[in-house]
């Protein structure tokens, strides 16, 4: 849950007296709210908060949200909000909020409203312990699944086969599919986000395996490249130089790093192998309520570590016509360095 203290005294730094939340991982983790995409929350004068939905979640609402509700559809929502708005500075997410909802805002309120970007998400970055054992549970259901699976992948059997035992795992265990299950074999691990097609896995073949579960809300996040049978010599040095920048980053992540460093730091590395222009994406992000969030590890980024934050590191190596490689795992970030959650062996190829 966001710290209404911490949200509070952001809102003083940008100048605002109440804020209008849109965004459904802020409404989630600001009231507890789970269909979250149907709310909407205001933060008031004072720090009172109030969600917004309807009458579907009449009682849903009643028992999740640890916050008042107001039980309506706009326009009633608007007005219900306007009563204590007029004259004041409200912040919206300009991330979020689409042109026709701040144009009723604007119909609504006698207020000036004020654009903001990023600020719960900022805030939510450090997980509560609450939250960071939800993923941690989240991960673990994962690392069961992933172990049921393995046996499974090997020559002969499509992609979408080991996708689709993957979901099924997750759904027997209780959760959720984080996010489109990437099963990339051969010439197709070369796409960094090659969700799970009708090809049929091969022998020699590196198998690029892209899963998470969502539980409660809170996802996990985890890579593996496993080979089936004999890969190429190539490809066998290419995964030797991603773990390579994956285990080096996981080892200079603690509080204080700076995210851009740690994505330089294994670029550097695959650089050295001759992969540099092979690695095209940044190194990690975020886990939580959403799958991506703060911080970015990426070379533009001046987000900086702290206990608390939930993070992945995931180098990779593609290689268009050839295959590819990327190994993902997920940490916490500790007081004095970090944690990893993801328990699934990398195995040796």
Request: glycine share 10%; proline share 5%.
């Amino acid at each position: 849950m966001t710290q209404l203290a911490d949200l509070e005294q952001a809102m003083r730094q940008a100048g605002v007296d109440a804020l209008w939340v849109s965004t459904p991982a802020n409404v989630r983790a600001l009231t507890g709210f789970s269909s979250s995409e149907d709310g909407k929350v205001l933060v008031g004068p004072g720090n009172a908060v109030t969600l917004y939905t309807d009458a579907r979640y009449s009682v849903q609402a009643q028992e999740e949200s640890r916050v008042p509700s107001f039980i309506a559809r706009p326009p009633e929502t608007f007005e219900h909000a306007a009563e204590n708005l007029r004259g004041l500075r409200v912040g919206f997410e300009a991330d979020h909020l689409t042109v026709a909802g701040l144009e009723d805002l604007q119909t609504h309120w006698s207020a000036t409203l004020v654009p903001l970007r990023g600020m719960i998400a900022e805030l939510r970055a450090i997980k509560s312990p609450e939250e960071v054992q939800a993923i941690r549970e989240a991960q673990a259901v994962a690392d069961r699944v992933f172990a049921e699976v393995r046996p499974m992948i090997r020559a002969g059997v499509r992609e979408l086969d080991v996708a689709l035992e993957l979901e099924l795992g997750l759904r027997r265990a209780g959760a959720e599919v984080g996010f489109d299950v990437i099963v990339a074999s051969g010439p197709r691990g070369a796409m960094p986000h090659g969700v799970a097609s009708e090809r049929v896995i091969e022998d020699g073949d590196l198998v690029t395996i892209d899963f998470g579960a969502r539980l409660h809300g809170y996802h996990s996040d985890m890579t593996r490249t496993l080979a089936v049978g004999t890969p190429s010599e190539e490809m066998r040095r290419v995964y030797g130089a991603v773990l390579e920048a994956e285990e080096a980053a996981i080892a200079a992540v603690k509080p204080g790093v700076r995210c851009a460093d740690l994505d330089t730091l294994a670029r550097g590395i695959l650089e050295r192998h001759g992969l540099g222009e092979a690695f095209a994406h940044s190194l990690g992000h975020g886990v939580g309520l959403n799958i991506h969030e703060a911080p970015g590890l990426r070379k533009t980024s001046e987000e900086v570590l702290a206990a608390g934050m939930v993070i992945t590191i995931e180098p990779g190596a593609y290689l268009p016509g050839v295959g590819g490689v990327r190994i993902e795992d997920l940490l916490l970030v500790t007081e004095d360095g970090y944690e990893v959650l993801s328990l699934t062996p990398k195995e040796a190829i």
